[in-house]
């Protein structure tokens, strides 16, 4: 059995996210010792590593519950599963081209400044005026 701490550090996860995650349902609560103190076995350690590396790959935590929901019932078909994580790597590759096109829009500001004064400033002025970007690179609610 593990403290909350030790089990955090095992994992790599601080101590509020771990209550966090308990709070919201995605870790069960743990066994309590005579002293009250939270006490966390092998099943606590593997659903929160799971947590963690969904996390480190960008899963949102609907999709987290979702997956440990599918996790714990194992005879059933992975299909859910491969639509969760399709869901996910569309998500990457819609922040990667916003990404790309923020990088291309910098360079060619960059590029384009001629490094005098401020008054005339390439960078400033197309910082001040969107319509003179090369491509749209708005944030859109649906890749954030």
Do not use: M, S, Y
């Given at each position: 059995m593990?403290?909350?701490?030790?089990?955090?550090?095992?994992?790599?996860?601080?101590?509020?996210?771990?209550r966090y995650y308990e709070q919201i349902g995605l870790l069960p609560e743990p066994e309590r010792s005579a002293g009250n103190q939270r006490l966390y076995g092998t099943s606590s350690l593997e659903r929160l590593t799971f947590i963690r590396h969904s996390r480190e790959l960008g899963f949102p935590l609907e999709a987290i519950r979702d997956l440990l929901s599918l996790s714990d019932r194992p005879d059933q078909s992975c299909a859910a599963a491969d639509i969760i994580a399709k869901d996910q790597l569309a998500t990457v590759n819609a922040r990667i081209?916003?990404?790309?096109?923020l990088k291309s829009e910098l360079e060619r500001m960059i590029a384009q400044c001629a490094q005098g004064t401020i008054a005339d400033c390439r960078i400033i002025e197309v910082l001040g005026d969107h319509s003179q970007c090369a491509e749209d690179h708005t944030v859109s609610e649906a890749v954030e």
């Open positions: 593990l403290t909350i701490g030790k089990l955090g550090d095992a994992v790599g996860v601080k101590v509020p996210t771990i081209a916003r990404l790309t096109a």
